[in-house]
């Protein structure tokens, strides 16, 4: 069985590598590696993902995923959505948050934080399941970790958080 988190990361690799022009394309793509999705599953996956359509020369549209995060803009709801799916736990020294999620998600976390303009979030940095978060000197790492647990539901418990 796939996981979600393997799922949209194989689709980042489809789209970028093959030209796909519809959610159903991507959806044959997809099976022909193995992976069962529907088409409802793949467009919620395209939304978290931050895919857009952009225009190839010749005129035919694609999927693409923006090179540069700030290209979108993710809403608190977006970012609340993110963190409380994505990350299990949280921990934090001085003006570094360190956010742990499942294998191979980081990037859609660190993504959504990159691009939701988050109060006292310099920049992310995501590994596979490791992101790093580097917060402003003015609000430090423990505010930010709290704010991020807050979204996430995660308790924060003596020094770092964790769900459950």
């Known amino acids: ?3 979600k988190a393997q799922r949209r990361h194989r689709i ?24 069962e999705a529907t088409q ?7 939304e978290e993902l931050g895919a857009v359509k952009v225009r190839l020369p010749g005129g035919d549209a694609v999927y693409a995923l923006p090179e ?20 299990v736990e949280i921990t934090w020294s001085a003006n570094l948050v360190v956010v742990r999620t499942p294998p191979g998600s980081a990037h859609v976390v ?6 939701s303009s988050f109060p006292g979030v310099v920049g992310t940095v995501a590994g ?20 991020l647990a807050e979204l996430a539901g995660i308790e924060i418990e003596q020094g770092h958080t964790r769900k459950g």
Do not use: F, K, N, Y
Not at 68 to 87: C, F, K, N
Not at 133 to 142: C, D, K, M, N, Q
């Open 12 to 35: 980042a690799r489809l789209l970028a590598s093959e030209a796909v022009g519809s959610q159903s394309h991507l959806v044959e793509l997809l099976a022909a590696e193995g992976i």
């Open 68 to 87: 540069l995060p700030t290209q979108q803009v993710a809403s608190s709801d977006h970012l609340r959505r993110v963190l409380g799916e994505w990350v």
């Open 40 to 46: 409802a599953t793949v467009s919620r996956d395209l």
């Open 1 to 3: 069985m796939t996981t």
């Open 110 to 115: 660190g993504s959504a934080l990159d691009r």
């Open 128 to 147: 596979d399941d490791t992101v790093l978060v580097v917060a402003s000197e003015g609000e430090g790492g423990s505010a930010v970790a709290a704010r």
